[in-house]
Every structure is written in structure tokens, then in C-alpha cells.
């Protein structure tokens, strides 16, 4: 069995609107038969993989997620001052490798795709060598790659010069990319270079019943007359919410350790950036108009051989009283203590519980660390 390391959260999120739906209000969930407010997965993994913490620990060694490889690659050539038609031929050609492109002349493809930082760095060889020799990589029209890629077509007609770049020269199935080895990548035309995820991450819930509300707000025109009506220059409204939120994180260790091609040392700094942003940082949705700027109250690490599993029963019957946190913190080490003894787990722990002041982020960071140093 894996090495899996959980990470449980509580969170106090105050009035604020982080994550959207498609009406603009906060998103929702139905659990234990009453109203949850909810903040995806999605939201969760791109605020931590977007944040100033990784950006920091994590220098050189992060992906980028984007359609505009191909735009990259135009720009280094021109720097080396190559003229059209080479440029977009070579350009579209290595950006093709990465997804299906837009009709010509775009240079973008037509899905987001993860690129790690050797990838980026080979697309540029790759681009200079085919600028050097324009019999590079060439094919006749249609040829197919090898791993059954069909060659992008840069022309029209037989002898259109076509290039057939095989996969392998250019993408990697494990490298530095931290956070492509830990949310994972699908590349659907060439599947051998697909990543699977090691981070598997919960949507967020509150542990309690909690409504979405509505602020009606106006906005003033500075330069309006005294001799003009006195209504507002613009109405509007918004919803917004407020709570404990649960998150649920699960990490296979193994496979984030593979991902990053076996670099023990750099998935530990991984690991330990991780833990400490998903404690500190939010999705930044209505930002300005809230200032929600949140820290767990709560995190519980649990490490182990066994089969993960998370604590969200816990609050199928939504926590009440006048301390939500609290009674929060009490069902999930309650859950956590019930579900061991009955299956019989052992799992290594530790614990930052901020309103009993017991343990730091520190502590839990440094459990992390030794935990898969000696698992």
C-alpha cells in the first residue's frame, strides 16, 4: 500500500463571496438534508497552485497551465529573427504536441494544457533545431507521429511540408513540475504523457447550515448636480455567505515522489509547501469587495499505509451552538477516534488547534516532514 498523507481543515471564512457560481452567487451544496455553503475543488487547487507561497518555496520548479504554447515559442524565434512562414510552421508544430491547435493562423491550442519547465525549455531547443535545419522533423502531409499522434498539417496538398515531431522528444511523463506532479495533467491525443494526480482535494463545506444572503448596494455619481434627482448612479446586488468550512486534502506520497522523477528532497518541499497554503491562502473571488483573508483554526495531518479516508461524515449532521469552530473541532476528532477504532487504523498524527492553543503550523509541518522521511 501507498504512503498516504491527509490533511484536514477548518476554516472560519467571514462575509465574503470567494467562489461563484454561475449567477454570481456563492456555491452551494445540499449534505445531511440541509443547505451547505461549498468552495470547489477547483478554485481550492488553483488558489494554492497560484499562490505567492508556492511561487516562493517552489521557484523553477512550477508548470504553467495555458493554450499559448505556441505564442512562446513565435516569440523566442522572432528573437532570433526568423520570418514567417518558418515561424508559425515551427511554431504551431510544437504547440500541436500539447493539444489540438486553433485554425490557422492561430498559434493558440484549442485546451488549457499543464507544461512543466522542461518541456518549455525543450520546446525552445526543439524550435532553434528546426530553425537551424528545415529538414527537421519534416513529413509528408498526414504522416503519423510516433505514439499515434497525426502530424499538424501546415499546408495545403501533398509536399506541404508537414512536420511529425515524435512525443517522446519532446514531453516528459515525470520532471521537476511540482505542481503538475500534484494536480495531475491529460493530454487526450497523447495519453503515455498524461500525469495522474497525487493531490486528490475535497470540495470545502460548511459543518454547519449556512444560507446564502444578499447585499443591495448603490453606487454614487461624484460629479451629479444638486439640481439632478438624488437616486444612485447605479444599483445592484450581491450574494455573499459566511461559515466553517471542512476541506479534505488526500496526497499518495509514492506517486508525488514519482511524478517528480524520484526527487525525495523536492517533493518534501512540496509536501510542506502544500500544507501551509492550503492553511493560508484562499480563492480570491470578490477579493476586493470582502477582504477575506482567512487562516485554518484547525489542522489535523494524519500519515500512513492505510486506505484514506475522509472525515466529512462528521458533520452529516450539521454542528450548532454559539461556538461553530469548537464544536466543529470536537465532531471531527470524535469521527476521527470512532472510524479508527472500528476499522481497526492506527494512523500517526498531529494537530494545530489555534482556539485551544494547543500545537503550531510548525509542529504539523515538522510531523509532515519526518513522517516521510521515515515511512
Not at 236 to 260: I, M, P, R, T
Request: proline fraction near 5%; aromatic fraction near 6%; charged fraction near 25%.
Amino acid at each position: 500500500m501507498s504512503r498516504f498523507l491527509q490533511l484536514h481543515y477548518l476554516t472560519i471564512y467571514p462575509p465574503s463571496n470567494p467562489n461563484r457560481d454561475d449567477q454570481g452567487r456563492p456555491k452551494t451544496a445540499r449534505f445531511g438534508g440541509v443547505d451547505r455553503l461549498r468552495i470547489s475543488s477547483q478554485s481550492l487547487k488553483r488558489a494554492v497552485r497560484t499562490s505567492e507561497l508556492l511561487e516562493t518555496r517552489l521557484a523553477g520548479h512550477m508548470g504553467a497551465r495555458t493554450q499559448r504554447v505556441g505564442e512562446v515559442v513565435a516569440g523566442h524565434l522572432r528573437e532570433l529573427k526568423a520570418e514567417e512562414p518558418r515561424l508559425s510552421e515551427i511554431s504551431r508544430a510544437i504547440a500541436d504536441a500539447f493539444g489540438k491547435m486553433k485554425p490557422a493562423p492561430s498559434l493558440l491550442t484549442e485546451q488549457l494544457a499543464f507544461i512543466s519547465p522542461a518541456e518549455r525549455e525543450r520546446a525552445l531547443e526543439l524550435a532553434e533545431a528546426m530553425l537551424a535545419d528545415p529538414e527537421l522533423y519534416r513529413a509528408k502531409a498526414g504522416a503519423a507521429k510516433k505514439g499515434g499522434k497525426k502530424a499538424e498539417k501546415t499546408g495545403e496538398g501533398a509536399g506541404s511540408g508537414a512536420y511529425a515531431i515524435p512525443a517522446q522528444d519532446l514531453l516528459r511523463t515525470a520532471d521537476g513540475a511540482v505542481d503538475v506532479a500534484m494536480f495531475g495533467r491529460m493530454l487526450a491525443d497523447d495519453p503515455d504523457f498524461n500525469r495522474e494526480a497525487a493531490v486528490q482535494v475535497a470540495h470545502a463545506i460548511t459543518t454547519h447550515r449556512a444560507l446564502v444572503e444578499d447585499d443591495f448596494y448603490t453606487a454614487v455619481d461624484d460629479l451629479k448636480t444638486a439640481a439632478e434627482d438624488a437616486g444612485a448612479g447605479f444599483v445592484g446586488d450581491a450574494g455573499f455567505g459566511s461559515g466553517v468550512f471542512y476541506l479534505y486534502v488526500c496526497v499518495n506520497c509514492d506517486l508525488l515522489e514519482k511524478n517528480l522523477a524520484g526527487d525525495n528532497p523536492l517533493a518534501v518541499a512540496g509536501l510542506e509547501a502544500l500544507v501551509e497554503a492550503l492553511a493560508t491562502t484562499s480563492p480570491s473571488g470578490k477579493q476586493n469587495s470582502f477582504a477575506h483573508r482567512p487562516r485554518a483554526g484547525y489542522v489535523r495531518a494524519e500519515f500512513g499505509r492505510q486506505q484514506p479516508r475522509s472525515l466529512a461524515c462528521a458533520f452529516f449532521r450539521p454542528v450548532t451552538g454559539g461556538d461553530l469552530l469548537a464544536a466543529s473541532i470536537s465532531a471531527l476528532e470524535a469521527e476521527a477516534a470512532s472510524l479508527d477504532r472500528a476499522y481497526g487504523q492506527n494512523w500517526e498524527s498531529a494537530a494545530m488547534n489555534v482556539p485551544d492553543g494547543t500545537g503550531t503550523l510548525a509542529d504539523v509541518l515538522t510531523f509532515v516532514r519526518r513522517a516521510f522521511a521515515n515511512g
